[in-house]
Antibody
């Protein structure tokens, strides 16, 4: 069974940093590209970042470019999102999701999400 | 950037009814690279449909998708109580990969 479990969310002050983790199991993690998707309270979905199976190719939404860094450790079956210079607009539930296939940018399995709150 | 507009914003229906949700793109979505997701309160999205009309693994056949170009639809042939949720479309034909704003299906 595919499982994705996010951790690392919490409250942070504006301008602060946070690192999210996503632990994967139930599939060959090193064979799949992975995504981070966020959802602000009461709002829709936004692809934040993505990383190819081997870490060689990245995607960032314009809203986070230069502030967020995605990475992975295939030996630990873990995906990361390093977030810095956080602002109130980054407050959201952050979901880790698996890309269906390398060529098709949509997500077939999702974690339950971790809440990031940016507030003074 | 392709903007996806979903309509209506909210639909009030009864179990057993048939419903069609709309997703309109601001420009053509290449190769019908459009997906649909279902999200229930407090839960992660669940993939329903990809490539406009292919059902994801384990999705009941009462869910069907169609469309091409700029106009796409998701049809639920006979609403079950568990189908009341928010539905999102997402295009993956061109970067940035964007979602619609969602359609909420509520029980009448």
């Amino acid at each position: 069974e595919v499982q994705l479990v996010e951790s690392g969310g919490g409250s942070v002050q504006p301008g602060g940093s946070l690192r999210l983790s996503c632990s994967a199991s139930g599939f060959t993690f090193s064979s799949f590209a992975m995504h981070w998707v966020r959802q602000a309270p009461g709002k829709g979905l936004e692809y934040v970042s993505a990383l190819s199976y081997n870490g060689g190719s990245t995607y960032y939404a314009d809203s986070v470019k230069g502030r967020f860094t995605i990475s992975r450790d295939n030996s630990k079956n873990t995906l990361y999102l390093q977030m810095s210079s956080l602002g109130a607009e980054d407050t959201a539930v952050y979901y880790c999701a698996r890309r269906y296939s390398s060529d098709w940018f949509f997500s077939d399995y999702w974690g339950q999400g971790t809440l990031v709150t940016v507030s003074s | 950037e392709i903007v996806l507009t979903q309509s209506p914003g909210t639909l009030s229906l009864s179990p057993g009814e048939r419903v069609t949700l709309s997703c309109r793109a601001s420009q053509s979505v290449s190769s019908s690279f459009l997906a649909w997701y279902q999200q229930k309160p407090g839960q992660a999205p669940r993939l329903l449909i990809y490539e406009a009309s292919s059902r994801a693994t384990g999705i009941p056949d009462r869910f069907s998708g169609s469309g091409s170009g700029t106009d796409f639809t998701l049809t639920i042939s006979k609403l079950e109580p568990e189908d009341f949720a928010v539905y999102y479309c997402q295009q993956y034909g061109s970067s940035p990969y964007t979602f619609g704003q969602g359609t909420k299906l509520e029980i009448k």
